[in-house]
């Protein structure tokens, strides 16, 4: 039997691309001062990274719930195979062909690059961290075998960013989260942090 597309999902990965160009070019533009970074370029910017970006997670996780099955052991190394080399293969391919020319051409680019092991496996280029951390949601990620189990899976899931949003006391994610994020930040533009 032959799988049949959905179209609304094609839509939302359509659009969801749209706005991944319009928003790294106009931070391309701004960087580079050819636009001015006024409130309505922080507005537009600050608005579709709200949403964007949460879309694609979106339909992936759709698809995945709808596409694969992992309840054992033996279903997770096989899915771990497939998506390592599904999402692997254009991740390192790109990484790796970015990496060369940021090297290659470091006195042209906006942002510097680390090293070759650095930028693959522990702080990925820019354009290509959504497969990055596509890949390892998916190690962590079951598959519910029916609605039931799905909504326990959603309800766990949004209690857990109930607590990073609203706080949790010493156990807030966010206590932890943001040190981290500010520490990738900051080891990957210095100039960010000073």
């Avoid at 390892?136 to 857990?160: D, E, H, K, V, Y």
Wanted: aromatic letters at 18%; hydrophobic letters at 45%.
């Amino acid at each position: 039997m032959e799988k049949q597309r959905e179209l609304w999902v094609d839509n939302v990965k359509v659009i969801a691309c749209i706005l991944v160009v319009l928003g790294h070019f106009f931070q391309s533009m701004t960087k580079s001062n050819v636009l001015p970074s006024n409130d309505l370029y922080q507005w537009f910017n600050q608005t579709i990274y709200y949403f964007h970006v949460p879309l694609f997670f979106i339909c992936s996780g759709y698809l995945y719930q709808k596409l694969s099955v992992v309840n054992d052991v033996h279903s997770w190394g096989r899915n771990v195979l497939k998506k390592l080399l599904v999402l692997g293969i254009p991740y390192f391919t790109f990484s790796l062909a970015t990496w060369v020319l940021k090297t290659l051409f470091s006195s042209s680019v906006n942002s510097e690059i680390g090293g070759l092991g650095d930028t693959l496996f522990l702080h990925p280029t820019s354009p290509y961290w959504y497969l990055y951390a596509l890949f390892f949601l998916f190690l962590i990620t079951p598959t519910f075998r029916n609605r039931s189990m799905a909504m326990i899976g959603l309800i766990i899931a949004l209690a857990i960013k109930a607590v990073g949003i609203f706080g949790g006391g010493v156990w807030s994610a966010s206590h932890f989260i943001h040190p981290f994020k500010r520490n990738l930040v900051c080891y990957r533009y210095v100039s960010e942090c000073a």
